[in-house]
């Protein structure tokens, strides 16, 4: 059984930094394309960043672009999201995901298996 687990999460100010992690756990994820997504509240989840577990791929939302980070440590089957410059629009709860499917998605029903969340809090 796949689990997800996020931390990372906090309150911090604009301008500030804040490193989320995803332990997965479960199965061997190689093949795999590992996604971050947030929700604000009130507001649809949307996708926010992706990597290919075996290639290092990336890929990122327009609004995070330059900002924030993705990253895995295959050693540690971690996934990690690196997030700079954070602005009060960036408040929200941030869950990692795992999708099997082929190819980077960005789209939430790509991903099969999800974490609780952790919330992230901006203040400006």
């Known amino acids: 059984q796949v689990q997800l687990v996020e931390s990372g999460g906090g309150l911090v100010q604009a301008g500030d930094s804040l490193r989320l992690s995803c332990a997965a756990s479960?199965?061997?994820?190689?093949?795999?394309?590992m996604g971050w997504f947030r929700q604000a509240s009130g507001k649809e989840r949307e996708f926010v960043a992706a990597v290919s577990w075996s290639s290092g791929s990336t890929l990122y939302a327009d609004s995070v672009k330059g900002r924030f980070t993705i990253s895995r440590d295959n050693a540690k089957n971690t996934v990690y999201l690196q997030m700079n410059s954070l602005k009060p629009e960036d408040t929200a709860v941030y869950f990692c995901?795992?999708?099997?499917?082929?190819?980077?998605?960005?789209?939430?029903?790509?991903?099969?298996?999800w974490g609780q969340g952790t919330q992230v809090t901006v203040s400006s």
């Open positions: 995901a795992a999708s099997a499917s082929r190819g980077m998605g960005v789209i939430s029903s790509r991903y099969g298996d």
């Open positions: 479960g199965r061997a994820f190689s093949g795999y394309v």
